[in-house]
């Protein structure tokens, strides 16, 4: 080859060479010049403009009272055919390495100047192929002022499209995702925090491992620090997992899951009643609350194992709080659904525990949540029910003691948001009432009034009762309503 060929050729390597340090020089400072105006710094910054490539190492990104610091950011592989013909930012990988993000949300404030909503994004579609955020921490105050705090995050996305100009819920789509989240903490009030140990979320479906509820409060002072009366609680749940989850644009949103599990959930509720007032405020039964979601709901059935649920209540001071345990729960609850259109109208709840540890108690409750009326029907059955069980309530609310004992009981209730109606046949024997005075001394006077009109039956078969006209306290809850339904039961059987 002559010389001149061979010039030829190294003059225009040469050149190439040089636009390509020009344009990587010129990209790099241009590049620099835009994070510069966003307010991002950064310790160092690598540009491979010919292959799209580009690392910042430890970032910080600073925005009213929020603040983002990273080790590093690695974009690979961004299409310049795409952004300067189609206006679209094309990657193939984003990764976020030990990110810290910090500070404190704020409400954002409504701006005076009217928004074009017509007006569209410069920016289209962003389209990455893979994005990863590697081991990330949270620690923020929410818009309430509690914290919120994420020892670990971490994020896998594959195929992640988001259109800047889209009007619906879900403006993206992603093919895959995982993400495990590591010790999350916050405050849902002044008296209660909420932790998890860990969340996996692996495309459709969710576990959430260590699930807490605990009281910041203790028993005596926590009412004090409340706006109204209201529970203290005091939750664990070892397990809960998702499966089937499935996001829709709708006419709104609409959330389906096929199975929620609960596993081995100890749930404490106590009310101190000496302080407060109870609320006046309104409480809806469960199918008016599920029917007023802001989205679409529908889970096939929630299965829920190996639990306890225990309520107590402060009624009288001097006394000890009445306690009620339902042990060894179990439950299963089908077609949570508030969709209008759906095969089955009914949902339907069995629930089989042990009232306080040695009384079998089972229930099937059905209702239509799409139903205006909230019409509901429960019935149910509860064996072997000792003058000790029944007075672990009755004796500290209403010092009332209950000797004797109910061998078993049937109640079948039908009713809705404002009356029900129903029956109930039990079997008794040598049951007696001993009302007591502050003290807990027994007015025998009164008892052997009240005890004149007991009848035993236990010799006769089943008392059968019928349940007629029970009003509904609107301020209570549905628990509350059945009750009411019990006690009225239980006034016809013995009286």
Do not use: C
Request: proline share 2%; no cysteine; charged share 30%.
């Amino acid at each position: 080859m002559s010389k001149k060929p061979l010039f030829k050729i190294l003059l225009i390597a040469l050149i190439v060479i040089v636009i390509y340090k020009v344009l990587e020089v010129y990209g790099t400072k241009k590049v620099a010049f835009i994070l510069k105006s966003e307010g991002i710094s950064y310790a160092d910054l690598n540009i491979d403009f010919l292959g799209g490539d580009l690392e910042l190492e430890d970032v910080i990104y600073t925005k009213d009272s929020m603040q983002f610091v990273a080790e590093n950011i690695n974009i690979n592989d961004f299409s310049y055919y795409n952004y300067f013909s189609n206006k679209e930012i094309h990657l193939d990988d984003l990764e976020v390495v030990n990110a810290d993000v910090t500070g404190k949300l704020t409400q954002q404030k409504k701006d005076s100047v009217q928004i074009d909503s017509t007006k569209k994004s410069k920016i289209s579609i962003i389209n990455i192929e893979n994005i990863k955020v590697d081991n990330a921490q949270l620690s923020v105050k929410k818009k309430n002022g509690f914290p919120l705090k994420i020892n670990s995050l971490n994020i896998e996305i594959d195929e992640f499209r988001l259109d800047l100009n889209s009007s619906d819920k879900i403006p993206f789509t992603i093919n895959n995702i995982s993400s495990s989240v590591t010790n999350l903490e916050t405050s849902l009030t002044e008296v209660q925090d909420f932790k998890v140990s860990r969340i996996d979320l692996m495309n459709q479906n969710l576990v959430i491992d260590s699930l807490y509820i605990l009281p910041t409060k203790n028993r005596k002072e926590y009412i004090h620090f409340v706006p109204k009366e209201q529970e203290l609680m005091d939750l664990f749940t070892k397990k809960v997992e998702i499966s089937n989850i499935n996001l829709e644009e709708q006419d709104s949103l609409y959330v389906g899951i096929e199975n929620i599990k609960i596993d081995q959930t100890n749930f404490d509720l106590y009310l101190d009643a000496t302080v407060l007032e109870h609320s006046k405020q309104h409480k809806k039964l469960y199918s008016k609350s599920l029917r007023e979601l802001p989205f679409k709901l529908n889970v096939k059935t929630i299965d829920i194992s190996n639990s306890v649920l225990t309520y107590e209540e402060f009624t009288k001071p001097g006394n000890n709080p009445g306690i009620i345990i339902f042990d060894e729960l179990e439950a299963k609850i089908t077609n949570v659904n508030n969709s209008y259109y759906k095969e089955e109208k009914e949902t339907v709840a069995e629930i089989k525990a042990k009232f306080m540890k040695s009384s079998p108690l089972n229930i099937k409750w059905r209702f239509d949540i799409n139903d205006q009326d909230d019409e509901f029907r429960i019935y149910g059955s509860l064996f072997d029910l000792t003058s000790a069980n029944m007075s672990s309530f009755l004796l500290p609310t209403m010092n009332v003691k209950v000797d004797g004992s109910i061998h078993r009981m049937y109640f079948d209730i039908e009713g809705n948001n404002y009356v029900s109606n129903g029956k109930m046949n039990m079997d008794y024997e040598h049951l007696q009432l001993k009302i007591l005075d502050q003290e807990k001394h027994r007015k025998k006077v009164l008892s052997w009034v009240v005890n004149l009109f007991v009848k035993d039956k236990s010799k006769k078969g089943l008392a059968h009762a019928e349940i007629k006209e029970v009003k509904r306290n609107q301020t209570k809850s549905f628990w509350n309503y059945l009750w009411l339904n019990i006690e009225h039961g239980l006034k016809k059987s013995l009286i």
